[in-house]
Each structure stands twice: as C-alpha cells, then as structure tokens.
C-alpha cells in the first residue's frame, strides 16, 4: 500500500471515529430511545402552577405548603406533622424553607402542636392551587411556582416514607438553587 493510500486510510479512520459517536448519539436523541432519569420522588407539575402576584402573600424563601379545605381528616394531621418536623431534618438550610398552611377560611385546626407552621387564609391563594389536590404537600420555590406534590397518608409509616420523599427532593433542589 503506497503512502497516499495509507495517509488516507488514517484520515478516514480518524474522522470516522469523531462522526460515529455524534451520529449515534443524536439518532438515540431523534428516536426517543433514551429515557432519561427520573431523579424527583414526588408528583412534578409540568408546566409547574404560578402562584404570580399571589406569592406575595407567602413567607419568603422555598415552602413546603398543605392545602386544607376544610375536612383534615388524619391524613392531613400526619402531613401537619411532617412540615413540622422539617425543621430539625433539613438542618442548616432550615432558614430556607418555611412550611405553610393554606386554607380559603380561617381554619379551625389547632396548630399549638406545629408551631412552625404559618397558616395563611386567602381565598385566591387557595384557588389557584386547586389543580394540586387537597391535603397533599407540595413544595413551592421562591419565584412563586409550585413545582412538586405529595400525597398524604392517614398511616405514620406511610406518611414518614414520603416525608423522606419530599425531603430527599427538597434537599436536592436546595442544593442547586441560587435563588431562596
């Protein structure tokens, strides 16, 4: 094999080995093949609920918020709770993150045991939340977007499990947010 042929042999090969990974990996990208991974616990709102000029009425900072509707049952006491407890669990970033409950009425629920807890009663504010179903947690970032929820459970074990869930998620989005 004469040098011309070789010379050319080895440019091919070179660029053939930078176009054979792009090619594939925007083929794998066209076709829908890669399924990328879900790294969040909880129930995300695509496109996330904006609470606009109503976030005013919020502590500043991320919330973790309950919508109440009037009727909480023991599920809603658990999820109570959990907020409650965030405090402790998020440790330095505590300042951060201010746990809220929202009703449209004032509620009747006695929050002696969740001091923590800020109780909010508007019904606007309870309204645009409505596309999140009631007595689940969700969790709402400094711009006014309520961009996860929880369920809720009536059973401590359950309950705790997807306290973890919403602190897992919680922590994660702390950690890469320059905002709040």
Request: charged residues 20%; proline residues 5%.
């Amino acid at each position: 094999m004469s040098n011309v042929k070789k010379s050319r042999a080895t440019l091919i090969g070179v660029v053939l080995a930078f176009l054979i990974p792009v090619i594939g990996a925007k083929l794998v990208l066209d076709q829908n093949w890669y399924q990328g991974a879900v790294t969040n616990k909880g129930t995300m709102l695509v496109p996330p609920l904006e609470l606009k000029e109503l976030n005013a009425l919020l502590p500043e900072g991320w919330r973790v918020a309950l919508r109440d509707d009037g009727a909480c049952g023991a599920a809603c006491i658990q999820a109570l709770y959990a907020m409650n407890q965030l405090d402790v669990a998020l440790g330095k970033e505590t300042d951060r993150v201010a746990p809220v409950l929202i009703s449209a009425q004032p509620s009747s629920l006695d929050l002696s045991n969740v001091p923590l807890i800020t109780a909010i009663s508007d019904a606007a504010l309870s309204q645009a939340i409505n596309a999140v179903p009631a007595h689940h947690l969700m969790i709402i970032d400094p711009l006014g977007n309520v961009v996860l929820h929880y369920a809720t459970f009536a059973d401590e074990e359950k309950m705790r499990a997807e306290a973890k869930n919403l602190l897992a998620d919680l922590r994660t989005l702390l950690k890469l947010s320059k905002i709040g």
